[in-house]
């Protein structure tokens, strides 16, 4: 290794981002520092200043050079140009595995510990979202165990620490592709390549790789992100205090990303292009609790179609478009359709997610459209099988329906079940084709 740079993060709290980034230095082992710029107006000046504007956290720097936020760092992790700029020797090792889980969600984290109290020596690699899309909520309120609630991220902190206990290894990076070593042999085992180059083979895997959160490729949107527009509010709403704040989207997370916003906003309006919500009524009671006193104002049948600003002075206005039949950009030719500028200081997408699943692209398992990946289901076991023997999967890449933790906790203790008896049918085969061919050594 060669001499250590120095590396500076700053960090906000209950920011997801953050935490991946820090978990991600804690990884290399190395030395750096940490400023937490939650209720530090100085730190929080100091950041926007050295990031020439930039107000989202993290924000990285090595060596007194500006990285980038979490995406920018994740990215230098997927070429391996991280380790260059840390002074890493770079490495592709190739280790085999029992089991590899793809994900760190809670069906990844779920089956990790189910995998390692069966003694499967589970490898869980944690991808671009370590902790998945729970890491975004602040208070879980549902999950079993907690009746005063519970915050994703310790949520995952304690099911992370729970794995490692029982002998899972959690590694960041992110799996590129996944293939058989002989394409012909159902029981041999699989290539799993990293984006970092990273290599490993796996008897079997579960994929529970997640969703992540979409955008709306609407122009501004590519220069804005992290200056005012955001898809993590609890990453960056409180830099926005006493600012409109707009968010767009109508399920479960608009509404709890609107009634977070809350507690910064002089008001936040929620735009969505349909009448009706599609999240569940615990959160549209809420959100109109919050309507009632003043918080929030709901703009149904409104989408966003542009958004403008500068990453100097952040966002100053968007522009929105109306329509009482509901999805007024499919009607823009309308007459009814009403096109109009409206005034907000920052901008929160919250309008749902798109399956992990391309590196499973090449493997022969069945994908839908929309990328999701089929499994077996149905009653009795093997429910998590895919139609390739040893791969399968759990969690937000297989369900677009209930998309909760408690049903992705349950999906991932299926799939570690279902890994292990396929584990030890592979070990009995095994077992037995050495034997016929001892037999056969000592006949000749």
């Avoid at 937490?36 to 720097?61: H, I, K, N, Q, W």
């Avoid at 992790?77 to 590899?100: C, Y």
């Avoid at 919250?350 to 391309?358: F, K, L, V, Y």
């Avoid at 095994?430 to 016929?436: D, I, K, N, V, Y």
């Amino acid at each position: 290794m060669s001499e250590q740079p120095r590396v500076e993060l700053y960090i906000a709290e209950q920011c997801p981002d953050s935490e991946k980034a820090t978990a991600l230095f804690d990884a290399t082992e190395i030395e750096y520092g940490t400023y937490t710029v939650t209720d530090d107006e100085a730190r929080l000046s100091e950041m926007v200043d050295r990031t020439d504007g930039r107000e989202t956290t993290p924000s990285v720097f090595i060596d007194d050079e500006f990285v980038g936020g979490w995406d920018a760092v994740a990215a230098l992790e997927e070429t391996g140009e991280l380790d260059e700029k840390l002074g890493l020797e770079g490495e592709s090792p190739v280790e085999h595995r029992p089991l590899l889980i793809a994900g760190t969600g809670i069906a990844g984290l779920t089956a990790a510990i189910y995998a390692g109290r069966a003694n499967n020596d589970p490898l869980v690699i944690e991808g671009d979202e370590p902790g998945g899309q729970l890491t975004l909520t602040t208070d879980v309120a549902n999950y079993p165990g907690f009746p005063e609630g519970i915050s994703g991220p310790e949520l995952v902190n304690n099911m992370k620490a729970q794995a490692r206990r029982f002998g899972a290894e959690l590694k960041n990076g992110i799996v590129d592709t996944v293939e058989r070593v002989d394409p012909d042999d159902d029981h041999s085992p699989f290539r799993v390549e990293l984006t970092n180059g990273d290599v490993y083979t796996a008897d079997a895997v579960i994929a529970a790789s997640g969703a992540s959160a979409r955008t709306l490729g609407v122009p501004g949107e590519d220069e804005l992100m992290g200056y005012g527009l955001s898809t993590c509010a609890t990453c960056d709403g409180a830099f926005f205090r006493d600012e409109d704040m707009l968010v767009v989207g109508g399920g479960d997370a608009a509404m709890e990303e609107a009634s977070f916003l809350t507690k910064f906003a002089d008001t936040v309006y929620l735009a969505h292009r349909r009448e009706e919500f599609r999240a569940e009524q615990y959160w549209i009671d809420r959100v109109h609790e919050h309507a009632e006193n003043g918080d929030i104002e709901i703009m149904k049948n409104t989408e966003l179609i542009e958004i403008h600003g500068s990453q100097a002075e952040g966002i100053d206005h968007v522009t929105l478009v109306h329509n009482d039949a509901g999805h007024p950009t499919d009607r823009l030719d309308d007459p009814e359709t009403e096109e109009f500028d409206f005034e907000v200081g920052a901008v929160f997408f919250a309008i749902g997610h798109t399956p992990n699943t391309s590196y499973l692209e090449g493997t022969g398992v069945d994908l839908d459209d929309e990328g999701y990946l089929a499994t077996k289901g149905g009653d009795g076991g093997g429910q998590t099988e895919t139609d390739v023997p040893g791969i399968f999967g759990a969690g937000d890449v297989v369900d677009f329906h209930y998309q909760q933790a408690v049903t992705a906790a349950g999906m991932g203790s299926k799939a570690a079940l279902d890994a292990d008896e396929y584990l030890d049918d592979l070990e009995r085969e095994r077992a037995a084709s050495l034997e016929e061919a001892d037999v056969a050594a000592a006949d000749d």
